[in-house]
């Protein structure tokens, strides 16, 4: 069976652009969450979707949005990018909300210049 | 507001040695806790899940416990070898959240 599976993995963007991450999440999956992390950090929570609705946001600006679609994949949109977005994007899965395993796919590399 | 210590920030050992790595929450009331294994530039890889009610749990060369009173969990590696070099990250889903609260984790080098 295939993971959790994000795209793209690599993305180089400039200051004041737009960036769409994407993620689909181990069949059967209903909870998608999205996490930061930075460079020698622990990553950071930014959202958690469940059944196609919000069910947490971290402390993030508002220029940091999500979804989550029908079939359960999600996107994490970032607008008016800034050098302190770049990072290791993380995507993940569970069956579940609070008491499964998350299980990560393995990052889109934002690089913002 | 829920913070997750983990110490040493860098473990270097010989192939071989057994080891312990050490993580403390400051907010007793979890859900669970999980150990993950990063490896340079990737994704996290799930190693063990403790619920809040269990005490440890087992796989392979590595177990996990868990002190919910104290605030303290343990991940200990017997005969350690050269492909466990990884970060080791721990965090916790708290209670009434839905958000995993990781720490900066423990950088562990196995040497030859």
């Known amino acids: 069976d295939a993971g959790v599976t994000q795209s793209p993995t690599h993305l180089i963007k400039t200051r004041g652009q737009h960036v769409t991450l994407r993620c689909s999440p181990i069949s059967g999956h209903k909870s998608v969450s999205w996490y930061q992390q930075v460079l020698g950090q622990g990553p950071q929570f930014i959202f958690q979707y469940y059944e196609k609705e919000e069910r947490g946001r971290g402390n993030f600006p508002d220029r940091f949005s999500a979804r989550q679609f029908p079939n359960y994949s999600s996107e994490l949109n970032v607008n008016a990018l800034l050098l302190g977005d770049s990072a290791l994007y993380l995507c993940?899965?569970?069956?579940?909300?609070?008491?499964?395993?998350?299980?990560f796919g393995a990052g889109t590399r934002l690089s913002v210049l | 507001k829920q913070e997750v210590t983990q110490i040493p920030a860098a473990l270097s050992v010989p192939e071989g040695e057994n080891l312990v790595l050490n993580c403390s929450f400051t907010?007793?009331?979890?859900?669970?806790l999980q150990w993950f294994r990063q490896d340079p530039g990737k994704g996290l890889t799930s190693l063990l899940l403790i619920q809040s009610s269990q005490r440890e749990q087992t796989s392979g060369r590595l177990n996990a416990s868990l002190d919910k009173s104290s605030g303290r969990s343990t991940l200990y590696i017997a005969a350690s070898q050269p492909g466990d070099s990884a970060t080791y990250l721990c965090a916790v889903t708290g209670a009434g959240s839905y958000q995993l609260t990781f720490g900066k984790g423990t950088k562990l080098s196995v040497i030859p």
């Open positions: 907010d007793s009331a979890i859900y669970n």
């Open positions: 993940a899965s569970s069956f579940g909300t609070e008491t499964y395993i998350q299980y």
